[in-house]
């Protein structure tokens, strides 16, 4: 089960992290979670490109050891980047300091500020720990738009239609460079950026300063 629209009881309950991005101006924030892949990832950057479209990459550590090469690219073309675990682990199903260290071992391939929790899944435990720890990653960024490419039994249509519905200015929205994802990431970002662009909309990067953190 996943909800593609973040609830709002959801985003009180945990208020300290950054679920969207409050913008008067037509702005979105496109992420991209579990890359590098060899395929997906430069799908992504190329089609950002013709876009002039920035996005914000949180990367698994593991895949960044096995892809330097890509993650340089993300970073040279101008796109923030984020720590994912080094082992895309279920904070609900990891003890405190197997966790921390997970994070810290993918601190070694990916320096950011920004840590996003894989499957969304983090203890209160673990974000008092990585707080009181006071080092980088230091803000935690979720969304409130999920584009569910993940699943396997929705149509690339359907993927595309979640994410035209719900967005609105300063939507923080998840995609996924992954080869479990790929069928319906490449046929939906494209016509995501060809429709928020024709309606006047720019793609940033996230930051400290923009996550408010």
Same mark, same amino acid.
């Given at each position: ?24 101006? %037509? ?8 890359? =590098? ?7 992504? #950057?190329?089609?950002?490109?013709? $876009? ?26 101008? /796109? ?7 082992? /895309?682990?279920? !904070?609900?199903?990891? =003890? ?31 974000? %008092?720990?990585?707080? %009181?720890? !006071?080092? @980088? ?13 993940? @699943? ?40 995501? #950026? ?6 006047? $909309? ?12």
């Amino acid at each position: 089960m996943y909800l593609v629209k973040t609830p709002w009881w959801l985003r009180m309950l945990y208020p300290s992290l950054t679920w969207r991005i409050p913008a008067e101006e %037509k702005i979105l924030y496109l992420t991209f979670d579990d890359g =590098p892949h060899e395929t997906a990832t430069p799908f992504v #950057l190329d089609t950002l490109g013709r $876009y002039n479209a920035k996005a914000t990459f949180f990367c698994i550590g593991n895949n960044v050891k096995q892809h330097p090469e890509i993650y340089r690219r993300i970073l040279n073309d101008g /796109h923030a980047t984020g720590n994912h675990t080094h082992q /895309h682990l279920n !904070g609900w199903k990891t =003890p405190v300091n197997d966790y921390l260290a997970d994070i810290a071992a993918a601190s070694e391939y990916i320096s950011s500020p920004l840590f996003r929790p894989p499957y969304g899944r983090i203890s209160r435990a673990q974000l %008092k720990a990585l707080r %009181k720890k !006071g080092a @980088d990653p230091a803000n935690i960024i979720m969304w409130d738009v999920l584009s569910a490419d993940f @699943d396997t039994n929705l149509t690339p249509e359907a993927c595309l239609a979640y994410v035209l519905y719900h967005c609105r200015p300063g939507s923080v929205i998840v995609f996924h460079d992954s080869q479990k994802a790929w069928p319906r990431l490449s046929h939906a970002l494209p016509l995501v #950026l060809d429709h928020f662009s024709k309606s006047g $909309y720019s793609f940033r990067s996230i930051t400290p300063a923009t996550s408010g953190r």
